[in-house]
């Protein structure tokens, strides 16, 4: 019983569970164990893992440090696991090619779909993505530029420390950095890339 109760709320069907009966839930047990299968599933997994989790707090009327406490999950990662199943609930609007995290940074925007959307379209990692959310989140320009002046000194720190060890990979920043500057019509002596 359990675990089909899971996989219906894997398909998005688990608010026709909130308000039944008790006897028509499946028990805490049965939620238990299915989470625990469905942890050792990884990726995948975390889809059941997050039903299981948003059951038992919907459900079983169950208090974040309770599910806490029996799932071994921090009370913060049980509110992330419940709402990024909330912002996707419907395998259909999930993105197959992007992992679970991707959904969680997402759902914590105001808008998933569409961060999710962005994601797909720039094959942004995990942390791109976090950095593009962050700089969105920017209330003025100010901050904005700040943040890009701050990647930008990140990068230069690379990128200086790459050309200094020398060997391939100094040699491959090197011609991407002269092709941008060809495609930007910018000459050497406009750009002082490696100041000391």
């Given at each position: 019983m359990g675990a089909d109760l899971v996989q219906e709320a894997k398909n998005s069907y688990y608010n026709i569970y909130i308000g039944k009966p008790q006897d028509k839930l499946p028990s805490l047990e049965e939620l238990l164990q299915v989470f625990t299968v469905e942890k050792e599933r990884e990726e995948q997994g975390k889809w059941g893992q997050a039903a299981a989790l948003l059951i038992m707090r919907e459900a079983l009327k169950m208090k974040i440090k309770d599910i806490s406490s029996y799932t071994g999950l921090s009370p913060a990662m049980v509110r992330e696991m419940i709402r990024t199943f909330t912002a996707f609930?419907?395998?259909e609007n999930r993105a197959q090619d992007l992992s679970f995290y991707h959904h969680r940074l997402a759902s914590a925007t105001s808008n998933p779909q569409e961060w999710l959307e962005k994601a797909v379209t720039n094959a942004w990692s995990t942390r791109q993505?976090?950095?593009e959310i962050k700089l969105s989140d920017a209330t003025n320009d100010e901050a904005k530029k700040k943040q890009i002046l701050a990647k930008?000194?990140?990068a230069i720190r690379i990128i200086r420390e790459i050309i200094e060890q020398g060997g391939e990979a100094a040699e491959y920043i090197l011609e991407n950095i002269a092709q941008i500057m060809q495609k930007n019509n910018?000459?050497?002596?406009?750009v002082v890339l490696c100041q000391q």
């Open positions: 609930p419907q395998p993505m976090a950095e930008a000194e990140k910018l000459k050497q002596e406009e």
